[in-house]
């Protein structure tokens, strides 16, 4: 069983895309809540700034950086001591 799932055919091409997609969706969803995040606080997010976190694949950076949004001031304290965007993480 992978990843705990229950796909029919179980550790095909079809299930690995499905679980891809899934985990694309999930970190597409973590993106935008961290910029509404933002938005909602006051906070200005620029470019660059933008690009980096829509860049990012990485679970655990998206996770800390989610987390670090409710307590930021200035959108450049959600990438203190990150990695690059888009590194992937192994999750």
């Known amino acids: 069983m992978k990843n705990g799932s229950y796909f029919p055919g179980r550790g095909t091409l079809v299930e690995e895309t499905f679980l ?3 985990a694309e969706g999930k970190a597409e969803g973590q993106r935008r809540s ?9 906070i200005p997010v ?5 690009a980096r976190i829509n860049g990012c694949t990485a679970p655990r950076t998206l996770d800390h950086w989610l987390e670090r949004a ?3 001031t200035h ?4 990438f203190r ?5 888009g590194q992937e993480d192994g999750r």
Do not use: T, V, W, Y
């Not at 959108?75 to 959600?78: I, Q, R, Y």
């Open 20 to 22: 891809k997609g899934k």
């Open 34 to 42: 961290i910029l509404r995040l933002l938005e909602m606080r006051g």
């Open 46 to 50: 620029s470019d660059s700034q933008r």
């Open 70 to 72: 409710f307590s930021a």
């Open 75 to 78: 959108a450049d304290e959600l």
């Open 81 to 85: 001591g990150e990695p690059a965007a």
